[in-house]
């Protein structure tokens, strides 16, 4: 059994642990907020997009001249994903999550004979899928520079992808991240965004006709970039508010789990305590009676 | 009758205004500025750098966009729009600044015809501005 020292040191550290987890859980749950309420605020953007999106290709006639990131190549050989996770850890399940699906998809495409190319979007995604993946990952991509998720970065991660996508790099592109349902739950998503498909896009079509300035074909080649970087921006917002709400719950049993050991070790200290003293006693007494 | 319709602008962050007692709207449309009143016909078009200016009953506000999308439907103006400042908010710093960066975009020689034509629309909009 542990002496009396080593179990006050023990329960000293769990405290200090458990001060820690207890302060990382106000943290998440502070940037929870900040980051639902950004999520929710970027929803009408990305909302209005498909909504007009959906309109445009309803409308057009000619399917074989249409954008090519609207119809795709015609091939499927080369599939791009995109894997979106955090740049910290200590989150729970959440990149674990996303890279679990992430692989599954990709077992799926290895399987079809398939050219796999990866891009990482966080550290952590890197981390884990450097050892199995290494040679299909073609960019990675970190910004632990900005605080906020903002439109920029999601930007400049969408230019990448359409300029590799004119130059043929590649067929189809899917993006993998965590949609935000609420606090304890938050689903991996794959969601394909080249070529898109229409009638995934939620939203109601409707039959009424546009006027276009200038025509459709231009107005939809215009907007199907902004619709790719609009698509990955939204998914970002998902994923930071997804992260915080993980860590949150995460840190909050790490706490919980700290307070129930700090109490048995308590206990058990207390036993020793009292068994240190009994015993003492018994050899005090034994003493005085032989006497 | 009323001459009222409700516009909406939203960027990718937030939705950086709502109003419904507007009456006329003036975007900058690629192929040149567009009024839209009450009950205009259903449209789609994309903007090039400007002005959009917004009269309403509580008079006139202006702001300077970069690109965007407006869609106009059911007399429901909305502009999805990136890069969009209040012309109130705008000081003389940040109009050169944006000026600058225009200038020295448009020097690229691998520029295309498109991007040169709206890069010098941004120019020519920023120094009415300045």
Known sequence: MATLDDLKKRIASVKSTQKITKAMKMVAAAKLRRAQENAEKGRPYSEKMNNIILNLSSGISDKENAPKLLSGTGEEKVHLCIVLTSDRGLCGGFNTNIIKKAKAYFKKISNEGKTLKIITVGSKGYDQLKRVYKDSIVERISFKDSKTVNYLDAEKVGKMIIENFEKKEFDVCTIFYNKFKNVITQIPQEQQIIPLKTHEVEGNSSDDNYEFEPDEDEILSNLLPKNISTQIFKAMLENSASEQGSRMSAMDSATRNAGEMVDKLTIEYNRSRQAAITKELIEIISGAESL | ?130
């Open chain 2, 1 to 130: 009758m009323s001459e009222e319709f409700k516009i909406e602008i939203v960027n990718p962050e937030k939705s950086f205004l709502s109003k419904e007692d507007v009456t006329e709207v003036v975007v900058p449309a690629f192929e040149g500025e567009m009024g839209i009143l009450k009950d205009h016909i259903s449209i789609i078009s994309f903007l090039k750098p400007g002005i959009i200016k917004i009269f309403s009953k509580s008079g006139e506000e202006h702001y300077y966009v970069e690109d965007g999308i407006v869609e106009f439907k059911n007399n429901n103006l909305s502009v999805l729009t990136s890069s969009i400042f209040n012309i109130k908010d705008f000081d003389k710093d940040k109009i050169s600044e944006l000026l600058t960066q225009a200038e020295e975009y448009s020097k690229n020689s691998e520029i295309t015809d498109q991007n040169k034509y709206l890069v010098d629309q941004k120019i020519d909009v920023l120094k009415t501005l300045n």
